[in-house]
């Protein structure tokens, strides 16, 4: 039987499995294959712009090459399947699960990527400029060098992806999870992510300047030596961060959590924090010059050798602060605005049970 576009077609309306064929550079455009089973098909370098492979099966598939601009994959299931430089822009593949499925250097720009998911998948190099990631989630890919510009991601799971050398100007992330990604040394300036989990993220010497962090969770991520500057971050948590060294000049923190946070030698001039909680932080030799600590809560926080000259502490709360001694003694000439620390307080937290009388009995 000759192997042409039509009788593929009709094979997979019949509902018969196309299995180990060899269809490479064939011509399927426009080709009706959804709801097919196609098993270790050779199709690299085949034409299937604007095919319908809307729920299909394609397993251990080579697709490398192939042309699948505004073909349509939506709920399709692609396992160990190659895609490695395949051109799919305009594709759509929402709803659609890939599976170990190489796609290095693939084309997706402006695909609609709606809830697809990516599992143990590589991805370096691929290009999704413009696509839209909504609820799309990337579990355990291969990421490196990822091309994400202009793309919109919108309640996407990144877990712990390498994003030191993807390419990000212009995109936005809103409800995005980043766990333990790695974006070290990289600059993030002037992007938006609006309640991002990156906790546990690498964020060491990234420069995220002017950059839109509304509400999103640092919790235990580490951001030694970043730079904040200006950044627009209100009501974000940094539980457990490590901030040492960072630079938040200006920043616009107000009602932060910096509970536990490590901001030793950090530079806080002219932050807006006000009511921000920093229980039990480490603030050695941070500066809080000219910052807005009006009802912030530094109790139990270490600030010995911290310069707070300038700073609005209207209600500020110093209980039980180290403020230090002798050279490493806090700076706080505007001292007398705050709330010291509350004796009754102190002997509540002081507070033991006595121990138990001895049972006669025993």
């Known amino acids: 039987m000759t192997l042409d576009a039509a009788t593929i077609v009709d094979q997979v309306l019949e509902g018969e499995v196309l299995e180990g064929l060899d269809l490479r550079g064939m011509d399927l455009r426009q080709a009706l294959l959804g709801g097919g089973v196609l098993q270790g098909v050779d199709l690299r370098g085949a034409d299937l712009r604007g095919a319908d492979l809307g729920e299909s099966m394609l397993l251990g598939c080579r697709l490398d090459g192939a042309d699948l601009r505004r073909a349509s994959l939506h709920q399709a299931l692609l396992q160990k399947t190659s895609l490695q430089r395949a051109d799919l822009a305009e594709a759509r593949l929402t709803g659609a699960k890939l599976e170990e499925c190489d796609a290095t250097g693939a084309r997706l720009q402006d695909a609609d990527l709606r809830i697809t998911s990516f599992t143990h998948c590589v991805l370096a190099e691929a290009c999704l400029t413009g696509a839209r990631l909504e609820r799309t989630v990337l579990l355990e890919c291969g990421v490196e060098a990822i091309d994400l510009r202009r793309a919109k991601l919108v309640s996407v799971v990144l877990l712990k992806a390498d994003l030191r050398r993807a390419l990000l100007e212009g995109a936005s992330f809103e409800r995005v999870v980043l766990i333990e990604a790695n974006l070290a040394r990289r600059s993030l300036r002037g992007l938006e992510f609006v309640h991002t989990q990156f906790m546990g993220a690498d964020l060491s010497g990234c420069d995220l300047r002017q950059a839109v962090l509304t509400q999103c969770n640092f919790k235990s991520a580490v951001l030694a030596g970043a730079s904040l500057v200006e950044v627009q971050a209100p009501m974000a948590l940094f539980v457990e961060a490590d901030l040492t060294g960072a630079v938040l000049r200006g920043a616009k923190l107000a009602q932060s959590i910096f509970v536990d946070a490590k901001l030793e030698r950090a530079d806080l001039s002219a932050t807006d924090m006000q009511q921000c909680i920093l229980h039990r932080a480490d603030c050695r030799e941070a500066r809080f010059v000219d910052a807005d600590l009006t009802y912030a809560d530094f109790a139990h926080a270490d600030l010995s050798g911290a310069d ?18 002798g050279d490493a003694q806090a700076r706080i000439p505007n001292r007398g605005a705050a709330l010291r620390t509350d004796p009754e307080l102190a002997a509540a937290e002081d507070w033991q049970p006595k121990p138990l009388p001895p049972d006669p009995q025993d």
Do not use: I, P
């Open 308 to 325: 707070l000259t300038g700073a609005t502490l209207e209600r500020a709360n110093l209980h039980r602060a180290n403020l230090g001694s």
